[in-house]
């Protein structure tokens, strides 16, 4: 079983950036995939981005390619999400994931984190 912490969300300015950090623990968390999630008030948990085991694959949403980079530390079981350039549209809960059971995009993970709430003021 595989438990999985955010951290490091919070209030922001437009144009400003944060770094969310994932912390798990109780797994192999070196051989599983990643996804970063979010999901605003009143909309579906979408896919914000996801990093292979090895760390030597990502993949975007188109909304936040080019602003946002996922990496990882899997000596620290540690996944990371910086954030730059943020917009009041980013604004959401972001969760993490481990072990997709489908594609990266899908919402079929089995393991995810409880949230942390991001929010961009104009």
């Known amino acids: 079983q595989v438990q999985l912490v955010e951290s490091g969300g919070g209030l922001v300015q437009a144009g400003g950036s944060l770094r969310l950090s994932c912390a798990a623990s109780?797994?192999?968390?070196?051989?599983?995939?990643m996804g970063w999630f979010r999901q605003a008030p009143g909309k579906e948990r979408q896919f914000v981005a996801a990093?292979?085991?090895?760390?030597?694959?990502?993949l975007y949403a188109d909304s936040v390619k080019g602003r946002f980079t996922a990496s990882r530390d899997n000596a620290k079981n540690t996944v990371y999400l910086q954030m730059n350039s943020l917009k009041p549209e980013d604004t959401a809960v972001y969760y993490c994931?481990?072990?997709?059971?489908?594609?990266?995009?899908?919402?079929?993970?089995?393991?995810w984190g409880q949230g942390t709430q991001v929010t961009v003021s104009a």
């Open positions: 994931a481990a072990d997709p059971r489908t594609s990266w995009h899908n919402r079929e993970y089995n393991y």
């Open positions: 990093i292979s085991w090895s760390g030597g694959s990502t």
């Open positions: 109780g797994g192999t968390f070196s051989s599983y995939d």
